[in-house]
């Protein structure tokens, strides 16, 4: 069904959806809270913090007019309380004097008067919920508007019912009851055995599509063993024996007959790019090709420009293919890859184009692998006949869970971070404190410093709060007119061109605007020595591997670096969660305690959900869930598994692009 059939939707809004990844009624069904609210219904509750939704029997006692708003004045169990509406001048006609009304809303106090602005009238809420689901929308669009919308959807498009009882059983109802109850909960039991059901979902098709992507048995390239002295002696700094050790393993891997698989994991900052590099030279002065997959555009092009100067004492040619590489360029880097020629081939998701054969390759290396789909890593390996394959994570993961989710990979892991390099010095703020510690930023840019100021969101709320987070859109106002005035700043977000992205880089690294405000697109392989301050706004939005990995585009020089992470929340276990980051520096520590933090999971704030792109598996507390998952796959012959493989859609990309499955999807 098309989203034009839901009512209060033209055309307009069709384009704001879109930009939120929302084209037909399915993408709403799936779109989920970010967090829950809860719905008061006793004014009593009300205090000048509240920023509860209430719904409240309200009899009406006046009305007034005029050309911009209509006014109720109505009472509370005697409280007085006015009901405002703008440009709804309709409401006149369905509201009169004298009679009680259910009104949804939030309440604000003006000139010490309450009043509810736009509320929903009850009647038009055609299920009432306690607990009230909280999405991440573009301006324009409101929760009231999103709601209604989701239930339409609900009520009129039909989901199929999918058969996971041989998996999990049914202990936690059917999908269509889970996906109703993700958005409108009746209690937080209901809640979390919704939550349950889509997280054992989730494992059912991540690990059946590792099942089925799972490369034959088969004899791979034994590259050789190649002396890598020459490139080693003219790097600006000494290997740390994490470094020395992994690449010891990667080469040893490689020498052997047996195809490589293995998940290089290191802390941020620790020097995996180097080893990468490495291996990568292993594979091409063997007469081989190796290609460098990485999850950006602006992490492909960092990555290409520190490989030029690294590979040229050995001649190693570099090429770099991405979604922006001009028509006529692309095609001559594909007939040299196609060639065979020894090259290194750097690139976004465009390398798995159809388009983009290999002649030769013998490695692939994925940064951050987990932002990659199972198929989409799966397709990079097919294009070379058994390859070796080195796996990259800066994201720190307990050593449990790494194996439990890459339980089939060898593991080399990076302890140590380059000599010479000072502890980042973290600081947790209040908003009180802003002022101050941007003009301590103005500081470091005077001394020839840069720095980086994070957002959680681009565009504001469609009903700016105090509590909202921070958006780029709200805080550039502010830098331009009050906290930075003196210094010059640039931008940085995911929704900008090509173009603009490399333009904002070149300022912010050139120094010409040494200030970048950004988004999470920084968050991993940017690498600016100068930079040596790191903002990170609302900083309780964030999951705590995340705000150590932003943290680590800072201290990657001698110099001292800071990072300030501005807490705009007053709650005790936000606060908790920050500090860990103020009193620790290892990453792995650091998930450790976010896993012990978390082992109760979150209720009505869904941020830390999502970890390894799940969206509501959390490992943190449905490792149990997992291991019954895997038993159960475990125990099925090979022609049960084939007959799910529709369950593992969402990780298998595009099952006919598997290639050497063709056959067996097929049947």
Known sequence: MKLNRLSGLGQKRIEKLAGMGIFKLADLMVYFPGRYEWLETDLKNYHENSKNTFQLEVLIESVQQNPKFLQ??????????????????????????????????????????????????AKEITDERIFLPVYRLSSGITQ??????????????????????????????????????????????D????RKRLAAEEAVQYQLAQVLTKQPDRSGIAHQEITLDSLIKQLPFQLTEGQTQSLTEIQKDMSSIHPMYRLLQGDVGSGKTVVAFLAMAVSVLSGHQAAYLAPTEVLANQVYKKAIPFFAQTEIP??????????????????????????????????????????????VVTDEQHRFGVAQRSKLQSKGPAVDVLAMSATPIPRTLALTLFGEMSLSMIHSLPAGRKPIRTYLIGPQKRKDAYGFLEREIEKGHRGFVVCPHI?????????????IEKLEGEIRHDLLTHTSHTTLHGRMKKDAQDSAMEAFTSGKSPVLLSTTVIEVGIDVPEAT?????????????????????????????YCILICHSKSEKAIERMRVLVESQDGFEIAEKDL????????????????????????????????????????????????????????????????????????
């Not at 039909?158 to 109850?181: C, I, K, M, Q, W």
């Not at 590489?325 to 001559?332: D, F, I, S, Y």
């Not at 090979?638 to 593992?648: C, D, G, R, V």
Request: hydrophobic letters at 35%.
């Open 72 to 121: 109720f004045q109505g009472s509370v169990d005697q409280v007085p309380i006015r009901i405002v509406f703008f440009h709804q001048s309709y409401r006149k006609q369905s509201i009169l004097p004298n009679q009680t009304y259910r009104f949804q809303g939030k309440i604000q106090k003006w000139h010490n008067n309450l009043q509810m602005v736009n509320p929903i009238l």
């Open 144 to 189: 009231t508007m999103f709601r209604r919308w989701i239930r339409q959807a609900l009520k009129e498009e039909s989901v199929y019912e999918r058969d996971y009882s041989p998996f999990f059983g049914n202990e936690f109802g059917t999908h269509n009851e889970a996906l109703r109850a993700i958005h409108f909960p009746e209690t937080p039991s």
């Open 191 to 194: 809640l979390e055995r919704a």
């Open 318 to 363: 570099c090429v770099l293919v991405t979604g922006s590489t001009k028509k006529k360029v692309r095609t001559e880097i594909n007939e040299r890859i196609q060639s065979g020629e020894s090259l290194v081939v750097f690139g976004t998701h465009a390398l798995l184009s159809d388009s983009l054969a290999f002649g030769q390759l013998s490695l």
């Open 459 to 471: 565009e504001l709320g469609e009903e700016p709060e105090e509590s909202d987070p921070m958006s």
């Open 533 to 561: 301050v790191i903002f990170i706004e609302s900083a309780e939005r964030f999951g705590l591997a995340q705000l150590h990995q932003l943290r680590g585009r800072v201290g990657r020089s001698d110099r001292q670096s």
């Open 596 to 667: 012990r933090l978390r082992g109760q999971g979150n209720l009505f704030g869904l941020e830390q959900h999502g970890t390894f792109g799940f969206t509501h598996l959390d490992l943190a507390i449905d490792l149990e869930l997992w291991e019954d998952v895997r038993r159960s796959i475990a125990g099925m012959d090979e022609k049960t598994i084939l007959s799910f493989t529709t369950y593992a859609r969402r990780y298998l990309d595009n099952l006919k692009e598997v290639g050497e499955y063709d056959a067996r999807y097929s049947r």
